[in-house]
């Protein structure tokens, strides 16, 4: 009886630490973010501020540029997960459903491309870019950035095409359809767990990038988010309930899409992960 009371409290009592570890950031960079000023720095932590503020989030809003870069960061961001579903959708149904000489080669070049570390890359990718005149441009980052995040889209497609049963396409083919139409109307909506699961974590990706757009985009106007918020506290000094005011809304999409598709995001990367 003991051993199975220890052997249930010491998985939750590590979760509930994990749990603390990974939260108490983010709780409080927003406990910060809605601080008045003579509630952020005290001797004494104030857990819960008792006079909550908006000011720290309009000092962000009204910083230079942030509604461009905003714009900047959801198009390229939307861009490039889009444009990766697509060309990972007709990927992953080529590797899972079709036999063909090589299929096991490239699978194995997505697994390397996906561990390859992209950072070492951005000198290449810079003279190619000076090259072709686009510097400070929205369109080598969209591609970029896409082909960052189809690796493991391609990865996580294919299985879980290959966990939906090929009896379901042969029986809608039997009844008419061609394989085209098999796929819109049979296997298309059984994938959408593993579309939201890819997306978010694509997203997630793009959203976050960094050392591309600090090489590739100088001006001003034409950079992202993240390179907005590393530079927001130099702009800002020692205005902390700004700079938190900052991270918090650069993090908020994240936070809000992640809880919007949690249940389908870990369902279909389980899905996607017995099978292939």
Request: hydrophobic share 55%; glycine share 6%.
């Amino acid at each position: 009886m003991k051993r199975s009371v220890l052997s249930r409290l010491w998985p939750n009592a590590t979760a509930l630490v994990l749990f603390v570890g990974f939260v108490f950031p983010v709780y409080w960079m927003f406990n910060t973010a809605l601080k008045p000023n003579s509630d952020i720095v005290t001797e004494d932590p104030v857990w819960f501020p008792a006079r909550p503020t908006l000011e720290h989030f309009g000092t962000a809003v009204r910083a230079e540029h942030f509604w461009s870069l905003v714009r900047n960061s959801v198009t390229v961001t939307v861009l490039a997960v889009g444009l990766a579903l697509v060309i990972a959708l007709c990927a992953a149904f080529a590797l899972a459903r079709l036999r063909f000489k090589g299929r096991r080669g490239i699978i194995l070049t997505f697994m390397v491309a996906q561990m390859a570390p992209w950072e070492v890359m951005v000198i290449a990718i810079y003279m190619t870019v000076r090259d072709a005149e686009m510097l400070n441009s929205l369109v080598p980052l969209t591609l970029f950035y896409t082909v960052m995040v189809l690796p493991l889209t391609i990865l996580t497609l294919r299985g879980y095409v290959a966990a939906v049963p090929k009896e379901l396409e042969e029986s809608a083919m039997v009844d008419g359809c061609d394989r085209g139409q098999a796929f819109r109307k049979v296997i298309f909506p059984l994938l959408a767990p593993g579309l939201m699961a890819t997306s978010l974590f694509g997203f997630i990706t793009a959203w976050n990038e960094f050392p591309m757009v600090l090489i590739l985009n100088k001006d001003a106007e034409a950079q992202t988010l993240p390179l907005w918020l590393s530079r927001f506290q130099t702009a800002f000094g020692d205005d902390w309930g700004a700079t938190m005011a900052a991270a918090t809304l650069f993090a908020l999409p994240i936070l809000l899409l992640f809880l919007y598709l949690q249940r389908k995001a870990v369902s279909g990367l389980t899905a996607g992960a017995v099978k292939g």
